[in-house]
T-cell receptor, first 119, second 113 residues
Framework: DTGVSQNPRHKITKRGQNVTFRCDPISEHNRLYWYRQTLGQGPEFLTY????????KSRLLSDRFSAERPKGSFSTLEIQRTEQGDSAMYLC?????????????????FGPGTRLTVT | LAKTTQPISMDSYEGQEVNITCSHNNIATNDYITWYQQFPSQGPRFIIQ???TKVTNEVASLFIPADRKSSTLSLPRVSLSDTAVYYCLVGPPGYSSASKIIFGSGTRLSIRP
């Protein structure tokens, strides 16, 4: 257990429905990331927050995707009008950038992920 | 974007030292090299991060040559529990562009008894 939790762990939905996932990061971490991972591939960056500000969004994040992090604590990722191509594992990570031994270290702690299946 | 190239898979035996090399020919000056480990149905777990020369922690060592165009993750005396996918990624930590961090497909390491 890394201290990052995600809910639900599994979600099955029908095409066209909206889904929302939640991520609770480690409390003192100011950065929060969302990734998507399909079978046999590494995680793909979707978006990231510095406190409550969404600083970057990947081009993978179409206008059907929206993420929020109100008050800089937990975050939600919503997918509207789901498509079968949205089926994947959605991972959340948090980090606290710090200097360790003279190096700038950005160690991301990942949650267990939410597996989305769109039928 | 700094792309990485790793072997798709590697096999080894318990008790051996395993070295996984990653190529990153177009690494940028402010990029760091980070390795993550991932077990099935779990999120990746940070192993080690470095900028140059050698970094060592309680689980691994990271060797980075002077030109920084490659790096080698060294796992001493592996056990069956080290069977996992290992990702090498290159990107800027700190307050820079997170979208430049690319995981790639990783190296699937299998450890045999």
């Amino acid at each position: 257990d890394t201290g990052v939790s995600q809910n639900p762990r599994h979600k099955i939905t029908k095409r066209g429905q909206n889904v929302t996932f939640r991520c609770d990061p480690i409390s003192e971490h100011n950065r929060l990331y969302w990734y998507r991972q399909t079978l046999g591939q590494g995680p793909e960056f979707l978006t990231y927050f510095q406190n409550e500000a969404q600083l970057e969004k990947s081009r993978l994040l179409s206008d059907r995707f929206s993420a929020e992090r109100p008050k800089g604590s937990f975050s939600t990722l919503e997918i509207q009008r789901t498509e079968q191509g949205d089926s994947a594992m959605y991972l959340c990570a948090s980090s606290l950038v710090a200097y360790t031994g003279g190096n700038l270290v950005d160690e991301q702690y990942f949650g267990p992920g939410t597996r989305l299946t769109v039928t | 974007l700094a792309k990485t190239t790793q072997p798709i898979s590697m096999d080894s035996y318990e008790g051996q030292e395993v070295n996984i090399t990653c190529s990153h020919n177009n690494i940028a000056t402010n990029d760091y090299i980070t390795w993550y480990q991932q077990f099935p149905s779990q999120g990746p777990r940070f192993i080690i991060q470095g900028y140059k020369t050698k970094v060592t922690n309680e689980v691994a060592s990271l060797f980075i040559p002077a030109d920084r165009k490659s790096s080698t993750l060294s796992l001493p005396r592996v056990s069956l529990s080290d069977t996992a996918v290992y990702y090498c990624l290159v990107g800027p930590p700190g307050y820079s562009s997170a979208s430049k961090i690319i995981f790639g497909s990783g190296t699937r390491l299998s450890i045999r008894p």
